[in-house]
């Protein structure tokens, strides 16, 4: 069982691996020293060093004031905000922009870097650019064997790109200026339009205020015919109560005469001595030849008109011609009163449908006004909205955007010490490489050997 368990796999014990370390520590050594004399030799004699300039800008982010924060908006305000609007810059979009091919061949052909055979992709690989944590600033860095054109490459990039911010703001307000100024042209002419609009409406005959004064005037003709009416109305029932009043008064009076006439009589009988008649007397003491003793005792009866039942007949008849004198005139009140409410009514029935025609055509031109004022309104809102953005405009083009939003915090200086190559870490790391690969050489030795000498197994 034991010599099955040998032919699967070979036990390698700790010590073994010691030993062969030891044996093997020439080969361990050698192979350092030739890896260190490798590393050595290309940093020292074969690699140039390279040198690191490093200039810093700091973005302000000054053309976020060029950006409408309003721009979500739907009035003509709004859509001129998001036409005129700005690219928003940030961070990341600068480092973007600082590789831009124009700012590379712009510094290629100010510095003559041509003739030192660097182009474009040579150039950019130069660059590396860093942000710093929770800041604005960007760290440009430009790495070069030449010292000094690496320096003047980081100073000539960080010019090169505020005047490209600033090229590249001014031809966005200059095609926005445009745009805006051609657009100024057609806005002008709809206000001109809309302002003869509301010339030709307030030319019209009856207008808005000329309609209001004629309706104030029939509502004042109304309100007259109204309150004459009223006053009509309350002199007939004063007039009416008077006639009544006396109407009353006057048949009262003729009942009370009537009841006087029927209490008294017509005539009147009266009996007297017939001396008392001198003339009769005398007649018949002539045709009797009596003596007046004789006719003392004769009396005689007379029979008279009742004056009082005279007097009371006369006022019965004044009475009932009073009376019915006062029911004409009572009905001569009432007709003429109707007559003049006929007459009123019908003038205030006019007079309000005078003010509904009124009302209905001045309702309809102020309609129209209020149409005509708001379209000019409009057109001169908008046309001074698109003035006002285009003086905008045009203040942008004339403003150095790049150096208010990019300043160069520090300039390049030309560095003293190489970045690379690191020849410290290059002879480290060549060290530990060279143990790593002479150990495996010797364990691979000792394997190789190991194997040749085990006896094949039957």
Same mark, same amino acid.
Request: charged fraction near 30%.
């Given at each position: 069982?034991?010599?099955?368990?040998?032919?699967?796999?070979?036990?390698?014990?700790?010590?073994?691996?010691?030993?062969?370390?030891?044996?093997?520590?020439?080969?361990?050594?050698?192979?350092?020293?030739?890896?260190?004399?490798? !590393?050595?030799?290309?940093?020292?004699?074969?690699?140039?060093?390279?040198?690191?300039?490093?200039?810093?800008?700091?973005?302000?982010?000054?053309?976020?004031?060029?950006?409408?924060?309003?721009?979500?908006?739907?009035?003509? +305000?709004?859509?001129?905000?998001?036409?005129?609007?700005?690219?928003?810059?940030?961070?990341?979009?600068?480092?973007?922009?600082?590789?831009?091919?124009?700012?590379?061949?712009?510094?290629?052909?100010?510095?003559?870097?041509?003739?030192?055979?660097?182009?474009?992709?040579?150039?950019?690989?130069?660059?590396?650019?860093?942000?710093?944590?929770?800041?604005?600033?960007?760290?440009?860095?430009?790495?070069?064997?030449?010292?000094? =054109?690496?320096?003047?490459?980081?100073?000539?990039?960080?010019?090169?790109?505020?005047?490209?911010?600033? %090229?590249?703001?001014?031809?966005?307000?200059?095609?926005?200026?445009?745009?805006?100024?051609?657009?100024? +042209?057609?806005?002008?002419?709809?206000?001109?339009?809309?302002?003869?609009?509301?010339?030709?409406?307030?030319?019209?005959?009856?207008?808005?205020?000329?309609?209001?004064?004629?309706?104030?005037?029939?509502?004042? +003709? =109304?309100?007259?015919?109204?309150?004459?009416?009223?006053?009509?109305?309350?002199?007939?029932?004063?007039?009416?109560?008077?006639?009544?009043?006396?109407?009353?008064?006057?048949?009262?009076?003729?009942?009370?005469?009537?009841?006087?006439?029927?209490?008294?009589?017509?005539?009147?009988?009266?009996?007297?001595?017939?001396?008392?008649?001198?003339?009769?007397?005398?007649?018949?003491?002539?045709?009797?030849?009596?003596?007046?003793?004789?006719?003392?005792?004769?009396?005689?009866?007379?029979?008279?008109?009742?004056?009082?039942?005279?007097?009371?007949?006369?006022?019965?008849?004044?009475?009932?011609? %009073?009376?019915?004198?006062?029911?004409?005139?009572?009905?001569?009140?009432?007709?003429?009163?109707?007559?003049?409410?006929?007459?009123?009514? %019908?003038?205030? %029935?006019?007079?309000?449908?005078?003010?509904? !025609?009124?009302?209905?055509?001045?309702?309809?031109?102020?309609?129209?006004?209020?149409?005509?004022? /708001?379209?000019?309104?409009?057109?001169?809102?908008?046309?001074?909205?698109?003035?006002?953005?285009?003086?905008?405009?045009?203040?942008?083009?004339?403003?150095?955007?790049?150096?208010?939003?990019?300043?160069?915090?520090?300039?390049?200086?030309?560095?003293?010490?190489?970045?690379?190559?690191?020849?410290?870490?290059?002879?480290?790391?060549?060290?530990?490489?060279?143990?790593?690969?002479?150990?495996?050489?010797?364990?691979? /030795?000792?394997?190789?050997?190991?194997?040749?000498?085990?006896?094949?197994?039957?």
């Amino acid at each position: 069982m034991d010599q099955v368990n040998n032919t699967g796999y070979d036990e390698i014990s700790l010590r073994e691996l010691i030993g062969a370390l030891l044996d093997g520590w020439k080969i361990i050594t050698i192979i350092t020293i030739i890896s260190l004399l490798a !590393s050595g030799i290309f940093s020292f004699i074969i690699t140039d060093p390279t040198y690191e300039a490093e200039t810093t800008l700091m973005a302000s982010l000054a053309t976020d004031r060029l950006t409408n924060m309003n721009i979500e908006s739907e009035d003509i +305000e709004g859509i001129l905000n998001s036409i005129s609007a700005y690219p928003t810059m940030t961070l990341q979009t600068y480092k973007q922009q600082i590789k831009n091919p124009q700012i590379l061949i712009e510094t290629i052909e100010e510095l003559e870097l041509s003739k030192e055979d660097i182009t474009i992709d040579s150039l950019t690989n130069m660059i590396s650019l860093e942000t710093m944590k929770d800041t604005n600033l960007i760290v440009v860095k430009v790495s070069n064997s030449d010292k000094e =054109l690496a320096t003047k490459i980081a100073n000539t990039i960080a010019q090169k790109f505020t005047s490209f911010i600033t %090229d590249m703001a001014r031809e966005h307000a200059s095609k926005t200026s445009g745009f805006i100024n051609s657009q100024l +042209e057609v806005e002008k002419e709809k206000v001109d339009q809309a302002l003869l609009d509301l010339k030709v409406f307030l030319a019209q005959p009856r207008g808005v205020e000329e309609l209001n004064k004629e309706i104030q005037s029939k509502q004042q +003709e =109304l309100n007259d015919y109204k309150d004459r009416l009223s006053r009509e109305e309350v002199n007939y029932k004063d007039a009416l109560l008077q006639k009544e009043m006396e109407e009353k008064l006057i048949s009262a009076q003729l009942k009370s005469a009537k009841e006087q006439l029927n209490n008294t009589s017509k005539k009147l009988v009266t009996k007297k001595s017939i001396l008392e008649d001198s003339l009769l007397s005398d007649m018949i003491k002539e045709s009797s030849n009596s003596t007046t003793k004789d006719i003392a005792d004769i009396e005689m009866e007379n029979e008279e008109i009742n004056p009082a039942y005279i007097t009371l007949i006369e006022s019965i008849n004044e009475y009932e011609i %009073d009376l019915n004198k006062v029911k004409q005139e009572k009905e001569n009140i009432t007709y003429s009163y109707k007559k003049i409410k006929e007459i009123l009514s %019908d003038k205030i %029935d006019i007079v309000k449908q005078d003010v509904e !025609s009124l009302q209905v055509e001045l309702a309809e031109k102020e309609h129209q006004e209020k149409l005509i004022l /708001r379209n000019v309104n409009l057109a001169q809102s908008i046309y001074d909205s698109f003035l006002e953005k285009y003086e905008a405009t045009r203040v942008a083009e004339s403003t150095e955007i790049g150096e208010s939003s990019i300043n160069i915090v520090s300039k390049a200086i030309t560095p003293e010490k190489p970045v690379a190559p690191n020849k410290k870490l290059n002879l480290a790391i060549a060290g530990v490489l060279g143990v790593m690969i002479g150990v495996f050489v010797v364990f691979f /030795r000792q394997y190789w050997i190991g194997s040749k000498e085990k006896p094949a197994i039957n």
